[in-house]
C-alpha cells in the first residue's frame, strides 16, 4: 500500500512540476524502490534456479516465464513513469545521477509482453537444446541416446580432454554440434530478432552496443583490440610450440600446411582450453611433477571439501565466510542429481537479490580444474556480499570483467607450488628454473590459450546484431574469427545451410556475454600482481622472488585491499574502482606479460631451434580463404547469475 501511494505522489509531482524533486527521488528509490525492485528480482531468481536444475519441468518453466512477465511489467510501469524521460544531469547528487544513468536502461522489459514472451521462449528452448544435448559413445553409433547418450559432462569432455585416437575426436567434437547448434539456427535468427528489438527500445543501435553500455567506455572495441596486440605474439609463440608437439602425436594426420590447427585436438571441445595437453607439451618432464588430480584422490577428498578449502583461503584473507553458498540444504547444488533430473550443469554463482541468499550450481568432480572453478565462483558470491549493502541499482561489479576476474585471482595464488605445498596437495616438489617454466607453461595453456576466444566470441556476436554479417554466412564468419584469432580451424567441412557452430557452446544459446572472460584474463594479473605487493609477497623492483611464485594466502593485508574496491559495486566508474585496487586507471596487459616473461623466452628460443612446420602468411591465407565479402567491419535486471568460462 505504502508502495502504490508513493507511485500516486510521485505521479502527481510529475505531471505538477515536470521534474520530480531530487529530496521525493530519493525517498521513492530508498523507502519503496530497494524493496520492490528486490523483491521481484528474488521471485524470479529462485523460479529460474529451480529451472536450470530441472530443465525437462514444464511447470517450472512456465512458472519462470510468468515470473519474468511479471518482473518485467513491473519495471517497465516504474521506469515509464520515473526513469524513460528524466535526465540524469538535473540532478546535483552524484550517487542519484549515476543510479539514474542505469535505471533509465530498462533492458528486456522494454519489448512489448508478447515479443518478450517469445524471446524468453526461444533462451529456454535453444538452453534446453544445449543442456539435454546427448550423442551416442564412438563404437557404438545407433545407440538408444535415453539409455546410452553420452552427455557433455561428464561423458564427451572425458572424450575430448583424454582420448589420443585422433578419429575419435573428430567424431565427439562433430557429434556435439549436430546435436546442439544445428538444431537452433533458427531460433537463433528469432532470439537475434527480437534482442535488436529490445536494444533499440533502450535507445541503443543493436544488442551488440547495449551490452558494451555497461563498460562505460567509448573506445571499448579499439582498446580490446589494443589489449590482443600486446598478448598475440605470446599466444603465437605458445600456439607454434603446441603445434609442433602435436604434430609429433598425429603425425601425417595434421595438416598444418595453412598454419592452422585442427580445432578438435587440443583436450577442449572449443580448443578454449588446452591444459589436457600438459603431458604431451611439458617442457622439463623429469623437474618434478605437480599431479594435484593424484593427491586429491589419494587423500579422499570430497566435492564438499574442495568447497570448504576454498572458502578457507578466502577467510584467511580476513573476507566472508562463504559457506551458506555451498550448503545443500539451503538450496545449492554442488554436485550432478541422481535423481533423474536433467539439469544445465554450467557452473555459476547466484545473487538472489536479497541480501542473505547466495548460491552456487555446479555439477562437480575431484579434479583440480574444478577446484580452481570453484575458486573462481566463489569469487563473484564474495564479491555480491561485499556490495550488499549498496543500492539495488549497484550492486554489480564495477563492469562485467571486474566480476570474473576477482575468482581467477584468487586461483593464481591457489594454483602456485608454494600454496599446494601448504594445503598438503603437493609434496616432494623443489622449485628450480626447470620447475618454474613447467609451471608457467600449465599455466598458458589454461590463461593464455584462452585470450583468443575470449575475444572472437563477441567479436562474431557484435557483427551479428549489427548486420554486419547476414544468417546465410553466420558459419563461415565464425570460422573467419576463429582462424584469425586462434589460429585453429574445423576438422572436417563446415556448412553454412546445415550448421551453426557457435550454437555449441553454452554462451551462445545462454544469451550471456562473453568479452568480460577476455577483458578478466587480463585484469586478473593487474589484481594479483597488486595483492601480491600488498602481501609483500613480490616487490617489483627487485623482483628476485618472481611474480608467478607469489601466493598472498592469509594476508588481511591484501583482503583490505580487494575489500576497498569490491565494496564499491558499480557506484563509482571502474577506473576509480581499478586505481583503489591496483593504482592504475587503466586496463593493461603488462602485468600479465611479466607473468609470462621466463617462458616466453623460452618458447621463442625453442621454436627457433625446431624445423619450421607451421609457416603461413596468415593475412594473406583469411583473404584468400573468405574473400573481401566477409572481413569485419568496424538492461534487464532478473537477477545476477555469474557463470564460468570452463564450458
Not at 585442427?262 to 611439458?282: I, K, Y
Not at 556490495?387 to 562485467?400: C, D, M, T, V
Not at 575468482?407 to 591457489?414: C, H, K, R, Y
Not at 613480490?538 to 585491499?561: Q, T, W
Request: some cysteine.
Amino acid at each position: 500500500m505504502k508502495g502504490l501511494l508513493y507511485l500516486v505522489i510521485l505521479g502527481l509531482i510529475c505531471c505538477t512540476n515536470g521534474k520530480i524533486s531530487e529530496g521525493e527521488l530519493k525517498q521513492y528509490l530508498n523507502d519503496v524502490y530497494e524493496k520492490e525492485a528486490s523483491d521481484q528480482c528474488y521471485k524470479t531468481a529462485v523460479a529460474q534456479f529451480d529451472f536450470e536444475t530441472d530443465v525437462r519441468n514444464k511447470k517450472k518453466e512456465e512458472l519462470t516465464t510468468n515470473l519474468t512477465l511479471e518482473q518485467a511489467a513491473w519495471e517497465k510501469s516504474v521506469w515509464t513513469k520515473y526513469f524513460k524521460d528524466v535526465v540524469p544531469e538535473e540532478y546535483e547528487d552524484p550517487t542519484i545521477r549515476r543510479e539514474l544513468k542505469f535505471l533509465k536502461v530498462l533492458g528486456s522489459a522494454a519489448l512489448e509482453p508478447k515479443k518478450l514472451e517469445k524471446l524468453n521462449e526461444v533462451n529456454n528452448r535453444m538452453t534446453e537444446i544445449y543442456s539435454t544435448g546427448k550423442i551416442c559413445p564412438y563404437k557404438n553409433h545407433k545407440c538408444d541416446l535415453t539409455k546410452d547418450g553420452l552427455t557433455l559432462e561428464p561423458g564427451i569432455e572425458n572424450i575430448m580432454s583424454a582420448s589420443k585416437d585422433y578419429d575419435e575426436l573428430v567424431y565427439a567434437w562433430t557429434k556435439w554440434r549436430d546435436a546442439t547448434g544445428a538444431k537452433m539456427k533458427d531460433l537463433y535468427k528469432t532470439y537475434v530478432e527480437l534482442s535488436n528489438e529490445e536494444a533499440r527500445a533502450n535507445n541503443f543501435s543493436d544488442k551488440g552496443e547495449y551490452w558494451r553500455f555497461a563498460y562505460e567506455d567509448p573506445q571499448f572495441i579499439d582498446n580490446v583490440d589494443a589489449i590482443w596486440k600486446e598478448v598475440e605474439p605470446l599466444y603465437n609463440e605458445l600456439h607454434k610450440y603446441v603445434g609442433n608437439k602435436l604434430k609429433d602425436r598425429y603425425g601425417d594426420k595434421l595438416d598444418m600446411k595453412d598454419g592452422l590447427l585442427p580445432a578438435h585436438v587440443f583436450g577442449n571441445m572449443w580448443a578454449q582450453s588446452w591444459e589436457h595437453l600438459r603431458d604431451l607439451v611439458e617442457p622439463f618432464p623429469k623437474a618434478g611433477q605437480m599431479d594435484v588430480d593424484a593427491q586429491m584422490k589419494k587423500q579422499g577428498y570430497t566435492v564438499l571439501e574442495m568447497f570448504k578449502k576454498s572458502d578457507e583461503f578466502y577467510q584467511s584473507l580476513g573476507l566472508y565466510s562463504m559457506e551458506m553458498c555451498y550448503n545443500e540444504s539451503a538450496g545449492a547444488m554442488i554436485r550432478k542429481p541422481t535423481d533423474g533430473r536433467e539439469v544445465l550443469c554450467h557452473a555459476s554463482a547466484w545473487d538472489f537479490c536479497d541480501k542473505k541468499t547466495f548460491r552456487l550450481k555446479m555439477c562437480t568432480d575431484v579434479t583440480f580444474e574444478d577446484f580452481r572453478t570453484i575458486h573462481h565462483e566463489m569469487g563473484h558470491v564474495q564479491y555480491y556480499l561485499q556490495y550488499k549493502h549498496l543500492p539495488y541499482s549497484f550492486r554489480h561489479g564495477a563492469n562485467p570483467a571486474f566480476h570474473e576476474a576477482v575468482g581467477d585471482t584468487m586461483a593464481l595464488s591457489v594454483s602456485t607450488p608454494a600454496h599446494l605445498k601448504k594445503i598438503k596437495l603437493l609434496t616432494n616438489f623443489e622449485e628450480s628454473y626447470e620447475s618454474d617454466i613447467n609451471t608457467l607453461m600449465n599455466m598458458a595453456l589454461e590463461k593464455i590459450s584462452f585470450l583468443p576466444f575470449g575475444l572472437l566470441i563477441d567479436k562474431w556476436r557484435w557483427d551479428v546484431f549489427s548486420g554486419a554479417v547476414q544468417p546465410e554466412k553466420w558459419n563461415s564468419h565464425w570460422w573467419h574469427y576463429r582462424m584469425k584469432y586462434q589460429k585453429v580451424k574445423p576438422p572436417v567441412e563446415r556448412s553454412d545451410t546445415k550448421d551453426f557452430d557457435p550454437g555449441a557452446k553454452y554462451h551462445i544459446p545462454g544469451d550471456s556475454q562473453y568479452i568480460a572472460y577476455f577483458v578478466a584474463h587480463i585484469l586478473q594479473f593487474q589484481f594479483y600482481k597488486s595483492l601480491c605487493i600488498e602481501a609483500k609477497q613480490y616487490d617489483p623492483h627487485n623482483r628476485a622472488v618472481p611474480l608467478h611464485r607469489c601466493d598472498f594466502y592469509n594476508s588481511v593485508e591484501a583482503g583490505n585491499k580487494l575489500k576497498a574496491g569490491l565494496s564499491l559495486g558499480s557506484s563509482k566508474h571502474w577506473s576509480e574502482t581499478l586505481e583503489i585496487m591496483t593504482g592504475s586507471k587503466s586496463v593493461t596487459a603488462q602485468p600479465l606479460l611479466e607473468y609470462f616473461e621466463p617462458l616466453y623466452k623460452f618458447l621463442k628460443a625453442e621454436n627457433e631451434k625446431l624445423s619450421p612446420k607451421i609457416t603461413v602468411n596468415m593475412s594473406t591465407m583469411i583473404i584468400e580463404k573468405f574473400g573481401p565479402n566477409n572481413t569485419r567491419v568496424l538492461f534487464s535486471r532478473k537477477t545476477e547469475i555469474h557463470t564460468d568460462q570452463k564450458m
